[in-house]
Every structure is written in structure tokens, then in C-alpha cells.
């Protein structure tokens, strides 16, 4: 069975200034391969080495870096990664290069970003070692892929953000589409469909059992800079309840399939 361990929980909350982008990170052990589930944005750099380093891992002893999907959250640190293949899907590359005007999450910069490290494209069913393999997940993004992993607690299901938040097992829709939403369901219930336990983009991995939410990992996340002693919150400074979230669709994603079908790779 792989190891699987979770190096930087992700999570979900946001403030009035922007959306503050904490994506999960994950680290398989495989078959004698070492993967890395995503890379997080450069404002958790030094967390993520400090990681890395903590479980015994060097950044060149990385052979595979799975980027489940292009948004700046979940790549800007690529480049730590010299040794490894970064594998993605051949959709996602291409879109990379021309994203949509209205797609805020994937900059114009990122196939530039993508193209400096050594790319390896895949698909459904590659297997990466014994027990670990790639799933197409499209929807939120035009190439999405997860990554499903044989541990001993079952079948783990690593999803990016074709599953952000717990709730989006419950609600069967996901919060953010850029590419197309009847995909981005079906990828959804696709992943509950063969998963034990899902690792979700943004929040704690968990379980659904009964029909409710069963969270594997405890919520732990310090919060600095918002308060004077600790206790007292700064003058401005406001906690507020969370709002519902509100499925949101980017405005043209039915011009999405003519542009990628128009977007070649440049020469590398």
C-alpha cells in the first residue's frame, strides 16, 4: 500500500480584501517513488519546505509533482522541484497558454511558469506507481485531474478543486466553474463514487458517512496580525459569519471549447 501524508492542510476562509488561496499539499509514498500532490502559492513556500523537511524529504528527491490544475494557488512553487517531472493534463497545458480573459484564477503568465520546469503529460488510468494512479476530474478547469491512492485505510482520492470543500460531497456542485459545469458534477460524484476517503483542495480530508460530513484530520490553523494581545481584535478589524457560498460560473465558459481547440503549444 502507499504512504500517504498530508504536508499542508488547505483551507476555506476568505476576508472582504480577497480570497485568501490555502490549498492542500500531499506527499505519496510509493513503489520507490516520492510524488507531490500539488505545490501550494509562494506565500507557503518556507511552510512547505519546512514540510518536506520534517518527514525526511529533499526537494530533488521528488520524482513526480501531480498539478491537479493550473490556478496560480496550487503551482507558483514549481520551480523548488528541478529533479521531478511535473505531470499534467495535456488540456490544462494547452489552456495554460491562452486562459480565458474572465478566468481571474489562472493569470496570463502561468503557461509561461509551466513551461520552465520538465512537463510530462497524462491522462485517465496512468498509473504513476503500484497503487497510484491519475483521474480525469474536469469541470472546474478544462484539464482537472486527481489522483487516486491505495492506502491502508482504503481508497484516497486526492482532489484539487474538482472537490474544494467538504459541503461540495453534500451539494453536488462545485463552487467555482471555469471550464464547464455538468462536468464539474459529474467529476464530483465521480470521486465520491470510488473514494473511502476524499482529500479535498481547500479543507480537511474526510468521509462521508450517513449523509453527513466526517472530517480524518483536526482543524488546526493560528491566525496572526488581526489582533493587539491575542484576545483583543485590532481597531477595524472584524470577525464575521461566513456566507453561504454561491455556485459562481465564469461568464464565457461557452466559448471555452473553440479556444482551446485554437490554442497550440509554443516550441519549447
Not at 496572526?224 to 485590532?234: C, E, F, M, Y
Request: hydrophobic share 45%; net charge negative; glycine share 8%.
Amino acid at each position: 500500500m502507499a504512504e500517504l501524508i498530508t504536508l499542508l492542510e488547505g483551507f476555506g476562509f476568505g476576508s472582504d480584501q480577497g480570497i485568501v488561496g490555502f490549498c492542500s499539499v500531499h506527499l505519496v509514498r510509493a513503489g520507490g517513488k516520492i510524488i507531490l500532490f500539488d505545490t501550494a502559492h509562494v506565500g507557503r513556500r518556507l511552510v512547505l519546505q519546512a514540510a518536506l523537511a520534517q518527514h525526511g524529504v529533499r526537494e530533488d528527491q521528488i520524482d513526480h509533482v501531480v498539478m491537479s490544475h493550473a490556478h496560480w494557488d496550487h503551482v507558483q512553487n514549481i520551480d523548488l522541484f528541478e529533479k521531478a517531472d511535473l505531470l499534467i493534463h495535456p488540456d490544462e497545458r494547452r489552456y495554460a497558454h491562452r486562459p480565458h480573459k474572465n478566468d481571474w484564477a489562472t493569470p496570463a503568465w502561468t503557461g509561461a511558469a509551466i513551461e520552465t520546469v520538465r512537463i510530462n503529460e497524462v491522462r485517465e488510468g496512468d498509473e504513476l506507481a503500484p497503487g497510484v494512479t491519475i483521474v480525469e476530474v474536469p469541470g472546474h478547469s478544462p484539464g482537472s485531474i486527481a489522483l487516486a491512492v491505495q492506502t491502508d485505510d482504503g481508497l484516497a482520492c486526492l482532489s484539487g478543486d474538482a472537490l474544494h470543500f467538504a459541503e461540495v460531497a453534500l451539494l453536488k456542485k462545485n463552487p467555482l466553474v471555469f471550464w464547464n459545469d455538468a462536468q464539474a458534477t459529474a467529476s464530483i460524484e465521480k470521486m465520491l463514487r470510488m473514494a473511502d476517503v476524499i482529500y479535498p483542495g481547500h479543507d480537511r480530508p474526510f468521509r462521508v458517512k450517513d449523509g453527513a460530513i466526517e472530517y480524518v484530520h483536526p482543524y488546526a490553523l493560528a491566525v496572526s496580525g488581526v489582533s493587539l494581545d491575542g484576545q483583543t481584535l485590532r481597531p477595524g478589524a472584524t470577525l464575521v459569519a461566513p456566507a453561504p457560498r454561491v455556485p459562481w460560473i465564469m461568464p464565457g465558459v461557452e466559448d471555452q471549447p473553440a479556444r482551446l481547440a485554437q490554442t497550440a503549444l509554443p516550441a519549447r
